[in-house]
Structure formats: C-alpha cells, structure tokens
C-alpha cells in the first residue's frame, strides 16, 4: 500500500509538472542546495514509512483484533466476525503526511528539468507508473493489473538507463534531479553570438538537388508542424535525382524517448535510412548538405565546447561537419534548453525560416521545378 502510494504521488505530480513544461505552461525553477532537500525529503519519506508499518503491524495483534486471527500449524485462519481495527490519529496524520510529502518530491523532482533531458524524466515517470499499477495489483490480488504494472514498469526502466547512457547522465542524478536548466540555461541565453546567414527557397533546393550526400535531421519543429510526410516526399524526390538521403536521429530528440522514429514509421519511411547518433556522426565528414528540421539542442556544439553551458557533456550530432548546414527553424529563439545555438552562426549554416511542413512543400516544389 504504502509503496504504491509513494510511487504513484511521485509520478502523478511530476508527471502533471511535466505536461506543464511540454506544453510552455510551466518555466524551469530551481534554488541553492535543492539536491539536498530532495535527497532529504526521501529520507524523511522512507523514514514515516517505516513507522507507518510499525504501528500498523503492532494494531494487528491478536488483542487488537478481538481473537479473530489464529495461527494453527503455520496457518493463519480467520475466524468471522473479524473487528475493524481502528488507528490512533498519529498513524492518519502520518499517512497524509506521506502522500502530500510524495507529491512534494514529485513535483520538485521535475520542476528544475529544462534541455534535452525531459524524454528521459518522462520514461523514468512512465516506469514509476508501471510499478504503482504492480503494486495496485498487489493490494487487490488483480493479476492483469499486476502482470501490465510489471511490463511497463521493465519497459520504462530499462528505456531510462538506455536514454542515461545515450545523454551521458546517472541514474543518481536523475533520482535526486540533477538534470540541466535553470540559471546556467538563462545566463548562457544572453550571449550575444554575432550574426545569422539566411537561404532562400530556391538556393536551398538547389544546393540539396545537386548533393550527393543530404542528411535529415528531424527535431521537436518537425513534430509540431506534423511534417513527416512532407518530409518523406521530399527524400524520395531527391533519390529520384540520385542523392543518397538519410536521418540522422538523436535518441532524445523531440519531447519523448522514440519520439522522431515513431513519426518516421507513421511516414512509411524505411528504417534502414535511419541512423543512430553514433552511426550519423561517422557519416557527418562525408556528407554534403544537412537539412535540419526543428532541432537545437541535440545539434549545440556548447554541449562539447562550453563547460558552463547547462548541456555540457551531452552527446550530439556533429552535423558542423558536414559540407553545408541549412536549418529550418519558426525564429532565432532558443530550444527547450533556453540557450543560443552557435552552429546558427557558424559561416557554413544557413537558416531557412518558416513552418517545417510548409517549407517542405515549397521545397519540394523548387525541386521538380529545376
């Protein structure tokens, strides 16, 4: 009871945070020593667990229950009517003190995520959702209940570690919230980076017509503008010109783990035109064109050039190795993460401004025009 209730405040309140941060509702907020009251509010919560189950085992005493309960050859036999045992008031207000304080964590847990770390906070809440429901299963002896808690709450966890590993982050970190944003994300916004270069429509369609090598790097603006599709046509236009077209894609990239390959899928692209991040980057030197569609921050060389930049240390996609960079953004505003992107100012990246599923279309249209 008590582990279901911990595990389900936990995901419930983070999870209401994280669909408050998805949809711009809600802002990264952190404060000094947070990992400490964090770590300390676990503590205190393990701590009125432990003393709940002390005080509830000791109220069902034999005493406590009228002689209801027998245990006869290792038995334990029931014997009706069987009394309701009542609590003294310390154990309920212990009780809410437990459920209110695990909506606490659940909320300070995820509040000062910001960056590129949400899909792996979402996985990691779907697998704490998972063990809540196996628990449900538990306390009502549902076995489909607890088979389906079981199976997502191994999925969710074991999608967690991956996603830790491919982000380059502990689990640690991510138990106690130490995750990027906040001040550091702020204070790296306000660089001031020099000058963008734009594109035109026709250049761009020229410049990929003519490439060997394009590769697609799809992000959250790809999603947002549902252009999967578009983008689908495009690449078997352009293989019809005999450019070898491929998707770089980044394991987080978007707003949930699988996000861009389950978009793709939908779009009938071929999965062997998908590369992971390892595998992409290899490509990179060779590549002549890369078409980026909504992604930032998994394509921010600060991650790997800027000590103090709230991504550092997080695997990217080296795209700035590629012959020419186009970049089809809404605006120069930062991702998720709330910093510049220097590759934006780099002499080989051109932006290419407008809705990605709009932009596509007049690409395509550029295209079949040449």
């Given at each position: 009871?008590?582990?279901g ?20 509702k ?25 003393i ?32 309701i ?97 906040g ?11 020099g ?6 429509l ?15 790097v ?55 035109r ?40 997080m ?10 960079v ?45």
């Amino acid at each position: 009871i008590f582990l279901g209730l911990i595990i389900g405040s936990v995901s419930f309140a983070g999870s209401m945070i994280a669909w408050g941060k998805l949809n711009g509702k809600v802002k990264d907020y952190s404060f000094r020593g947070q990992h400490l009251v964090n770590i300390g509010m676990l503590v205190a919560i393990v701590a009125i667990s432990a003393i709940l189950l002390s005080n509830i085992s000791s109220s069902f005493s034999t005493d406590a229950v009228s002689g209801a309960l027998t245990n006869t050859a290792n038995k334990v036999t029931i014997r009706a009517p069987l009394n309701i045992v009542h609590f003294d008031t310390s154990v309920y207000v212990l009780f809410y003190a437990l459920f209110f304080l695990s909506l606490a964590y659940g909320v300070l847990f995820v509040l000062p995520i910001g960056g590129a770390d949400m899909p792996v906070v979402i996985s990691l809440l779907n697998s704490f959702t998972g063990v809540a429901a196996a628990c449900g299963g538990f306390l009502y002896d549902n076995k489909v209940m607890l088979t389906g808690g079981i199976l997502v709450g191994a999925a969710g966890t074991l999608l967690t570690i991956l996603m830790c590993r491919a982000m380059n982050r502990s689990l640690k970190n991510v138990l106690i919230g130490s995750f990027g944003g906040g001040s550091s994300a702020i204070a790296g916004a306000a660089k001031d980076q020099g000058h963008h270069k734009e594109i035109s429509l026709s250049d761009a369609a020229v410049v990929m017509a003519y490439a060997n090598k394009v590769m697609i790097v799809p992000g959250y603006g790809l999603a947002v503008a549902q252009a999967q599709h578009a983008c689908h046509e495009l690449e078997k236009l352009l293989n019809e010109k005999g450019v070898e077209v491929k998707y770089a894609i980044h394991p987080v990239a978007g707003r949930m783990p699988g996000h861009m390959n389950v978009l793709l899928a939908e779009a009938d692209v071929s999965y062997e035109r998908l590369q992971e991040m390892e595998a992409a980057n290899e490509e990179f030197p060779t590549t002549d064109v890369v078409l980026i569609l909504g992604a930032n921050d998994v394509v921010n060389p600060a991650a790997k050039s800027d000590p103090a930049s709230p991504i550092y240390g997080m695997p990217i996609l080296d795209v700035e190795l590629a012959k020419t960079v186009i970049v089809n953004k809404r605006s120069m505003k930062p991702g998720y993460a709330g910093i510049e992107n220097d590759l934006f100012f780099q002499p080989k990246t051109s932006m290419l401004f407008g809705d990605a599923k709009k932009v596509l279309q007049d690409l395509i249209g550029e295209i079949k025009n040449l």
